[in-house]
């Protein structure tokens, strides 16, 4: 009996981004992102993104790729991907944590989240509301009033405060 | 271009306490998002691993709280102060009651009959005094305790009041117990045999869900926070010490026991089945291989 090599067929999806474009990508790598898993189930083989745009989509699919061939022996690896895959700015983060939170990659919102935390932890309240866009809604006698409830958390003693927005 | 809360709240919660005070001057919806939103609270006491922090005492004190964070660009674990006016009632003698979930309980004074018991939230900096019940002349010793049941998200603290009615007449022990927010006034549990030996705190031995204290050297007590059942468990067959040789302490969920009695060495016993008494297991440890410096100290089973 001839035995014809089975290769498997692995199942693609195309995920389409809100510019329209379209990316084809494994089922099995795809989801690792709860929205889509649901909509496969529903039998969906073209998931429009609607909320993504094709930058973010891209950077999103190349993490999902990187993740999807995680094995014991190659944790340092991702590990290192992981590093520099959040050195962007904060635009781009931003986009990408919306994109993430959307798509419900867990993994990915943790990585995202704790990447921004570090990056604000000693930035200047000033330097804050410019990364989020959040314009200061305080008084100037109620902005007082609460740095003085706090004055202590402000104080730059032997921690340096970052005063820049990037 | 704005992100949701939640998003928000999922990368402020990853802050440490000083970062996290900082910020509520940014805005007012932040102010009252990291000042009472629950889900916030939640968020940050499920990632509270990161950021462990300590009381320290000073001249058996306790004065300050200090955070310790991780800092990428420093090689070592850096500490930062919470500020202590801030951050704890401002009281002179203070002792750990015990801590769980992101609150401390404080017991102030203990040395008087005014003493008295705080909890306190370092993450919201807030505190407040528990109702204590009026002190009776009769009482000889008072000892406290401070546990959460996690189904109900409730936080009891525990009250174990030894009594000497009169002269002629032995000690009674009975345990009381307050439901934060929920009781009105202290319930008693019931009467429990007399400790040998009691400092001012229960240790925190705390197994699955039921907080544990040494009465002398053939039997524990037990509070299930849940049930509120009171019960005895045994201690290693055999073991003859004085319990002021003896430390009761929870590793890895398991109930144990050191003894150190001995001038050679310190017997650590592992209740390896909860409740079984055949399942104490021991464990020997040769004082000649600990530190010289550490060798007197008292032995207190501890986690890291």
Request: glycine content about 4%.
């Amino acid at each position: 009996m001839a035995s014809s090599s089975k290769t498997e067929q692995k199942k693609m999806l195309i995920l389409k981004s809100s510019e329209e474009e379209e990316f084809e990508i494994e089922e099995s790598i795809a989801v690792q992102s709860g929205t889509i898993k649901n909509m496969v189930e529903d039998d969906f083989t073209l998931i429009p993104l609607p909320n993504v745009d094709t930058e973010t989509l891209i950077k999103i699919i190349k993490y999902m790729k990187k993740h999807g061939e995680k094995t014991k022996s190659n944790e340092k690896d991702i590990e290192e991907f992981d590093k520099e895959f959040v050195k962007k700015s904060f635009t781009e983060l931003k986009e990408l944590v919306l994109a993430a939170n959307y798509l419900h990659i867990t993994s990915l919102i943790d990585l995202l989240c704790q990447a921004f935390a570090d990056r604000i932890k000693n930035k200047s309240v000033k330097a804050i509301r410019e990364i989020f866009g959040i314009p200061n809604d305080f008084t100037p006698e109620e902005e007082a009033e609460v740095y003085e409830q706090h004055k202590w958390a402000h104080e730059e003693g032997k921690e340096h405060i970052d005063h820049s927005a990037y | 271009m704005d992100l949701p809360s939640v998003a928000m709240l999922e990368i402020l919660s990853r802050l440490s306490i000083k970062s996290i005070f900082r910020c509520k001057t940014v805005c007012k919806l932040w102010y009252r998002l990291l000042t009472s939103d629950p889900l916030f609270v939640n968020m940050y006491h499920t990632r509270l691993s990161n950021f462990p922090s300590i009381l320290l005492l000073i001249n058996g004190s306790v004065q300050l709280l200090v955070e310790l964070k991780a800092d990428d660009s420093h090689p070592l674990h850096r500490a930062i102060v919470l500020s202590p006016e801030f951050h704890l009632p401002p009281l002179e003698h203070m002792s750990l009651i015990g801590s769980c979930n992101g609150f401390i309980c404080l017991l102030n004074n203990y040395y008087t009959k005014n003493h008295s018991v705080y909890i306190n939230n370092p993450l919201l900096g807030e505190y407040f005094k528990v109702k204590l019940p009026e002190w009776e002349r009769n009482v000889c010793h008072v000892a406290y305790g401070f546990c959460f049941r996690k189904a109900f998200g409730q936080y009891k603290i525990l009250r174990l009041v030894i009594r000497k009615f009169r002269w002629d007449l032995p000690k009674v022990a009975e345990l009381e117990v307050y439901t934060v927010g929920v009781d009105k006034k202290w319930r008693n549990v019931g009467e429990v045999p007399c400790p040998d030996h009691l400092r001012e705190s229960f240790d925190n031995v705390n197994v699955n869900g039921v907080v544990h204290w040494l009465e002398n050297c053939t039997s524990i007590y037990s509070f299930n926070i849940g049930t509120e059942e009171v019960k005895p468990l045994p201690t290693p067959p055999g073991l003859k010490t004085a319990s002021w040789y003896l430390t009761l302490a929870e590793l890895g969920n398991c109930l144990c026991l050191s003894d150190n009695s001995h001038s050679q060495y310190v017997d650590i016993w592992r209740m390896k089945e909860y409740g079984v008494a055949e399942s104490w297991t021991k464990y020997c440890i040769l004082k000649d291989s600990i530190q010289l410096d550490i060798r007197n100290d008292r032995f207190d089973l501890g986690k890291w």
